[in-house]
């Protein structure tokens, strides 16, 4: 049974770089063949896909971050990371770690979740 | 605004069939049958009900189900009950230089 746990800080100032991890438990990113996902949703808002990372490190991401953001994979410590450069207030919301858990899935959908770490970005 | 276009509420009694829309375009919904939809309830992570359009994962009740025509998306619950109320997220790999695109979210009652 995966399991996803994100972590980081949980306030960060405009301008900074907000940087977050997910540790996976109960399976292994190197062997795995999956894709692992960000998404994030602002208080009282929809879900937005930010970006995802394949086991090998090829990534995959949204037009709207492409310029800021940088997934990447630690597969010695079995954690996948998330660094959006410049941060302003409207990146404030929760942050999601996911993946579909199956080699054939792709990007096109995410049946594992964490729980989310929430992120306000003010001074 | 979001990229797939979802109503934003809908409700129905129980025991009701409800269907939400979730409508896309030609580079998405149109060209792709990689449809998925979720389901959050208030303080949780999403859910998967449906992925590749029409496909439950395990453990999912047949109450719910998905379809395409064209551009637009459809999840259906049927036999409603009070534990339906959440909000629901279509989302679709797309063409663009967004390959994942969700919808805004249908906030689902149960009267």
């Known amino acids: 049974q995966l399991v996803l746990q994100e972590s980081g800080p949980g306030l960060v100032k405009p301008s900074e770089t907000l940087s977050l991890i997910c540790t996976v438990s109960?399976?292994?990113?190197?062997?795995?063949?999956?894709?692992w996902g960000w998404i994030r949703q602002a208080p009282g808002k929809g879900l937005e896909w930010l970006g995802s990372?394949?086991?090998?490190?090829?990534?995959y991401y949204s037009a709207s971050f492409k310029s800021r953001l940088n997934i990447s994979v630690d597969t010695s410590k079995n954690q996948v990371s998330l660094a959006l450069r410049s941060a302003t207030p409207l990146d404030s919301a929760l942050y999601y770690c996911?993946?579909?858990?199956?080699?054939?899935?792709?990007?096109?959908?995410?049946?594992?979740w964490g729980r989310g770490t929430p992120v306000t970005v003010s001074s | 605004q979001a990229a797939l276009t979802q109503p934003a509420s809908i409700s129905g009694s129980p025991g009701q069939t409800l269907t939400i829309s979730c409508t896309g375009t030609?580079?998405?919904?149109?060209?792709?049958?990689?449809v998925s939809w979720y389901q959050q309830h208030p303080g949780h992570a999403p859910k998967l009900l449906i992925y590749?359009?029409?496909n439950r994962p395990s453990g999912i009740s047949d109450r719910f189900s998905g379809s395409k025509s064209g551009t637009m998306a459809s999840l259906t619950i049927s036999g409603l009950q009070a534990e339906d109320e959440a909000d629901y997220f279509c989302?679709?790999?797309?063409?663009?230089?967004?390959?994942?695109?969700f919808g805004g979210g249908t906030k689902v009652t149960v009267l």
């Open positions: 996911a993946t579909p858990g199956t080699t054939v899935a792709g990007t096109r959908y995410f049946h594992h």
């Open positions: 109960g399976g292994s990113i190197s062997s795995s063949g999956y894709y």
């Open positions: 990372v394949y086991s090998n490190g090829y990534t």
């Open positions: 030609d580079i998405d919904i149109g060209t792709y049958n990689y």
């Open positions: 590749d359009v029409a």
């Open positions: 989302c679709s790999y797309s063409g663009s230089s967004t390959p994942v695109l």
